[in-house]
């Protein structure tokens, strides 16, 4: 299959699910996260602020945050076609959604953030591979944001039915180190 069969393929499954579905299983794999090694030491980390079918991020988000932890955030730079990250505090207080229906920190609340100071990404996708190839919603933003070298640790949350056998994938695509479902991790690389 291609990207385009493939989105659709799981596009149709994320919104068969039900909204108790998608609940209890993104709680799943919020545990499965919070248990990692890696999690537990990282001092900064990006998450994304969920759409509706999406693997559920505002608990995740707010615990991170009582945890002590640095949580930032993506928000677009609309001038520059391409999105940044933006350090929060208080998820209720401090997004509103932009022009295009997501919600982002705002105003006063934007703190933009060096990536390289992030120490593990929780990226959002459509599908992954077994080798943490990933379908993204096809723009290229985490793709470009995250092409700056150093060390990083990547991480794509999904559900068990977005895992795909293979994935296309180009030279700009970047790979994800592990894949977290409610089921299992997979390390990719």
């Not at 996260?33 to 602020?49: H, P, W």
């Amino acid at each position: 299959m291609n990207k385009v069969e493939i989105r659709e393929l799981i596009h149709s499954k994320r919104e068969a699910q039900t909204p108790e579905e998608c609940r209890l299983r993104s709680r799943a794999i919020q545990t499965r996260l919070f248990n990692r090694e890696e999690f537990r030491r990282s001092k900064t980390v990006q998450f994304y602020i969920n759409l509706a079918d999406e693997v559920e991020t505002r608990e995740m988000i707010g615990r991170a945050l009582e945890m002590g932890k640095r949580v930032v955030v993506p928000y677009l730079k609309e001038e520059l076609d391409e999105i940044g990250i933006s350090e929060i505090k208080d998820l209720k207080r401090e997004i509103q959604k932009n022009r295009f229906g997501f919600e982002e920190p705002f105003g006063p609340y934007l703190r933009p953030i060096d990536p390289s100071n992030v120490e593990l990404w929780i990226v959002p996708g459509v599908a992954f591979d077994l080798t943490g190839n990933r379908i993204g919603y096809g723009k290229g933003y985490y793709d470009r944001l995250l092409c700056f070298p150093g060390k990083k640790i990547l991480v794509g949350l999904a559900f068990d039915f977005q895992l795909v056998e293979s994935i296309p994938s180009e030279g700009h695509d970047v790979k994800m180190n592990w894949i977290v479902t409610e089921y299992r991790t997979i390390e990719a690389f």
